[in-house]
Antibody, heavy 122, light 111 residues
């Protein structure tokens, strides 16, 4: 079964840092682009970041550029999102999402993890 | 924040049909494929339609998608109580300030 399991969410103070992780199983992780999508409480979906299959290309939404870093370890089937300078508006459920091709652009989001909640508050 | 506009809610009786519109621009819907996602409360979104009108394995043919110009439409026929959920459209955007954009979301209610 294709599965994505996020972890690492929690409560962090404004200006703090946090790393969320995504463990993949049931498919050949190293050949697909992977993305992060977030959803603030009671709000809609927002694309955050994407990384190509080999990690060579990364993309970020303007709202997180310069503060978030996406990375992957294909030997461990793991995806990461390192978040710094966190703001209240970063409070959301963060979903790890599998693509159907190796590159980020124009990908299709076919499998979603269950999400991990990040709360930024003092 | 969302650049794709959807109606906040639609409703119909069981067995009826509903359509959900998704309006965008030439930088997104007008020049890219559209996907649709279904989300039940407290759960992750699920891919319902991709490439405008294709259904992933396991998605019943009661769900259909179409695109014309800068707008897309999701149709649900033979409405069931289990279809009550939020539905989002999404597509890539070719403008400098956006990557992938989602619609504002539509709540489907089965009367």
């Amino acid at each position: 079964e294709v599965q994505l399991v996020e972890s690492g969410g929690g409560l962090v103070q404004p200006g703090g840092s946090l790393r969320v992780s995504c463990s993949a199983s049931g498919f050949t992780f190293s050949i697909y682009a992977i993305h992060w999508v977030r959803q603030a409480p009671g709000k809609g979906l927002e694309y955050v970041s994407g990384i190509s299959s080999n990690g060579g290309s990364t993309y970020y939404a303007d709202s997180v550029k310069g503060r978030f870093t996406i990375s992957r370890d294909n030997s461990k089937n793991m995806l990461y999102l390192h978040m710094t300078s966190l703001r209240a508006e970063d409070t959301a459920v963060y979903y790890c999402v599998k693509g159907v091709q190796s590159h980020v652009g124009f990908d299709v989001f076919d499998i979603w993890g269950q999400g991990t909640m990040v709360t930024v508050s003092s | 924040q969302s650049v794709l506009t959807q109606p906040p809610s639609v409703s119909a009786a069981p067995g009826q049909k509903v359509t959900i519109s998704c309006s965008g621009s030439s930088s997104n819907i007008g020049n890219n494929y559209v996907s649709w996602y279904q989300q039940f409360p407290g759960t992750a979104p699920k891919l319902l339609i991709y490439d405008n009108n294709k259904r992933p394995s396991g998605i019943p043919d009661r769900f259909s998608g179409s695109k014309s110009g800068t707008s897309a439409t999701l149709g649900i026929t033979g409405l069931q109580t289990g279809d009550e959920a939020d539905y989002y459209c999404g597509t890539w955007d070719r403008s400098l300030s956006a990557l992938y954009v989602f619609g504002t979301g539509t709540k489907v209610t089965v009367l």
